[in-house]
C-alpha cells in the first residue's frame, strides 16, 4: 500500500470539493491567517508617518519664506 503524505491528503480533498464548499476553506484560511492587531498597528504607523510628514512640509514651507523674505 502506498502511503500518502499529508499534501496529497489536502490536495485529494480539495478535488473532491464543489466551489461552495472551497470557498468556505478559503475563507476559513483567511481567516486563520487575519490578525486584527496587524490593523492597528498598521493604522499607527500609518498615522505617525502622516504626523512626520506634516511636520516635514511645514519646515520646508517656513524655512522656503525665509528664503524669499
Known amino acids: 500500500m502506498k502511503a500518502i503524505t499529508?499534501?496529497?491528503a489536502?490536495?485529494?480533498s480539495l478535488?473532491?470539493?464543489d466551489a461552495s464548499e472551497m470557498e468556505k476553506v478559503l475563507d476559513?484560511?483567511?481567516d486563520l491567517l487575519y490578525n486584527?492587531?496587524?490593523d492597528?498597528?498598521?493604522q499607527k504607523v500609518k498615522q505617525q508617518a502622516m504626523r512626520?510628514?506634516?511636520r516635514a512640509l511645514k519646515n520646508e514651507k517656513g524655512e522656503?519664506?525665509?528664503v524669499l523674505s
Open 6 to 8: 499529508k499534501k496529497q
Open 15 to 17: 478535488e473532491a470539493m
Open 40 to 42: 492597528s498597528n498598521y
Open 64 to 66: 522656503a519664506e525665509l
Open 28 to 30: 476559513y484560511i483567511k
Open 52 to 54: 512626520e510628514i506634516q
Open 10 to 12: 489536502i490536495l485529494q
Open 36 to 38: 486584527p492587531s496587524n
